[in-house]
């Protein structure tokens, strides 16, 4: 039951993240265009919204690298990071019907880059937060 809450949290977390990276895409275009209104299908907001969740699900399956107590800290980031990259690549490349070219790889993992310090840092905030009231808990006893 742990494992399909922190899921299904993942997911929302991705949506989060997924829905204000769809903002920040939309606002681009709108001033990109000088346009001032800019609207979207429900169908493409759907697909983000769906897609979003599956990525931050991706993204808990993919930090059960973190589970390997043997590996360094600096290993298992190492080893993360390469296979989401991976992942989100080669969901790029299905989005575009697996025509790229240099640029929009570059801008690819630019993206990518950012939304994993976007992640993992949200995550680590979080973890350090909690250690804090911890260690706040065990100063009184």
Not at 7 to 32: A, K
Not at 45 to 56: E, N, P
Not at 107 to 127: C, K, N, R, V
């Amino acid at each position: 039951m742990k494992h399909i809450v922190r899921l299904i949290n993942s997911g929302l977390i991705g949506i989060g993240i997924g829905m204000t990276w769809l903002g920040f895409d939309v606002l681009q275009s709108q001033f990109s265009k000088n346009r001032l209104e800019t609207t979207i299908s429900v169908k493409y907001f759907l697909f983000w919204l769906v897609a979003a969740f599956l990525i931050g699900i991706f993204f808990y399956f993919a930090s059960l690298v973190f589970d390997h107590d043997n590996w360094s800290l600096k290993k298992q980031i190492f080893i993360n990071f390469f296979i989401c990259l991976g992942a989100w690549l080669s969901f790029c490349l299905f989005l575009n019907k697996f025509n790229y070219s240099g640029s929009a790889l570059l801008e690819a993992i630019i993206d990518f880059i950012i939304m994993y310090a976007l992640a993992y840092g949200i995550y680590f905030y979080h973890l350090w937060h909690e250690i804090r009231q911890i260690n706040k808990k065990l100063k009184e006893i």
